[in-house]
Each structure stands twice: as structure tokens, then as C-alpha cells.
């Protein structure tokens, strides 16, 4: 597997977690019991970050050979 196909692979990874995540927000926002509000906005944390780190991913592995591209500082050794 290439970086541009892995990279194509965490952009599809951070669609769907965009897509849990929207979900889990309506889903929040109808809710109306507090202990369940509370445990899905932990659980709509959790996916933001991962969503974020998989666009991150996706974004390294495009450009990882590219001149002149500044890797982002926490995926460098």
C-alpha cells in the first residue's frame, strides 16, 4: 500500500467518524435525560478527536514527499 492510498483510507476513516459525530449530536441534543447527555457528550469527544488526527493523517501521508512541506509537528520523530 502507497501513502496516497493510505491517506485516501483515513480520509474515508474520518468521513464516517464525521458522520458518528453529527449523528451523536442530534442525537444529544434530543436527548432528554441529563446522565445520558452527559455520557454521549464524552463519547462525541472522543470522536472529535479522532476525526481530527485521521484528517491530520490523511493530509501527512498526501504530502509526505512533497518539497517544501512543513510535517506537522507532532507525527515527526
Not at 22 to 36: G, N, P, V
Not at 38 to 51: E, G, N
Not at 68 to 75: L, P, T
Amino acid at each position: 500500500m502507497t501513502l496516497l492510498e493510505l491517506s485516501a483510507e483515513y480520509r474515508f476513516s474520518a468521513d464516517v467518524l464525521r458522520e458518528r459525530v453529527l449523528l451523536l449530536e442530534h442525537q444529544q441534543r434530543t436527548e432528554w435525560d441529563e446522565s445520558k447527555r452527559i455520557q454521549l457528550d464524552s463519547r462525541i469527544k472522543l470522536l472529535r478527536t479522532m476525526w481530527r488526527e485521521a484528517r491530520e493523517l490523511a493530509v501527512l501521508c498526501e504530502r509526505y514527499y512533497e518539497r517544501g512541506y512543513r510535517r506537522n509537528v507532532k507525527y515527526t520523530i
